[in-house]
């Protein structure tokens, strides 16, 4: 495992002294012809704006190379336009600014990140619905009413809120994280393991009425990418509550997970869907990849290999044969797919290069979680 990890934390490193310059200007989705493209300053509120900035987190605490701060601090700056953008933020906050202005406080002690994360803990408590007892995923979309709607995707968001109960002592954050979370696997997890990457709950009364594909194949499928979200986010909600059966859920999709997986270690994008086309999505494999590691730093030492092994032949499948290390494009992972039905499939994105990164960052024995 260590010449693996070393290995490909090497070239990382050397691909990103080379990207991460040229790119700083930059808050990155997807590579065009190999180039980075930016949202900054048309779409500042995406959701996956914070994931160019955590990447830089994270080889800066690695490599204390003082480089990577100061991109992560430039697209912390970029991201600000999204405060502007204020009524197009929604629940992915979590997602924005957990990983930058979070990760910016807890490294370096900045106290204007400190401000910037807590306003956004308190944009994604607001959006809870105390009497449905799940917090509303996104804003409406044109006529379609999505008000009861909570996706799976969500379990990375409320991180933010077990911080910042810690951070200003106030149990309020988590009370909701918690009540969201139980929701969560009430509704999301089915009884084999698989989950549902939408579902519209009674907004009176809580619970399932109805639910959807989402990003997979159909209603009934089971999103590869969705999977991983469940499996990363209870193991960090068991970590910040030490609440059983969070571990107990992660560990449940974590196997169904890797039955689906186990052919060639790389995940379709759905794992209920026709055989052809093959889609695949490297991004899940590196989002359970990260889920499966810190499994395994949970359960005991019987059962940790199984978690573990897992997580290294996803990786290890994943850099043998869709990373590109040229120093010329600006991705590593390639073949991450938006969405079954989306028009992009096999391209790169940066939130699969986020999680590659920060699973190899975790086999390296660093213990400062981003999450
Ligand atoms: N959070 C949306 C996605 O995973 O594509």
Redesign the pocket.
Known sequence: MDEFVNKTWDKINRKMLTVAPRSKDKLPYITVNGVFDNYYPGCPSW?TNGFWGGLMWLMYADTKNELYKEVALRSEELLDAALKDYDQLHH?VG?MWHITSGVNYRLTGNKDARIKALNMANLLAARYNINGRYIRAWNSFGTEDNTGWS?I?SMMNIPLLYWASDEVKDERYRIIAISHADTVMKVHIRDDGSVRHIVENDIVEGGLVDDFGG?GYDKGSSWS??QA?AIYGFVLSYIHTGKQEYLDTAKKVALYFISCVCDEWVPKCDFRCPKEPVYYDT?AGAIAACGLIEIANLVGEFEKDLYLNAALKILKATEERFCDWSLDTDNILTHAT??YHADRHHISMI?ADYYFVEAIYKLRGNKELFW
């Open positions: 959701w992915d997602f996706i995707d990003q990418r969705g979200w991004s938006e969405a939130y």
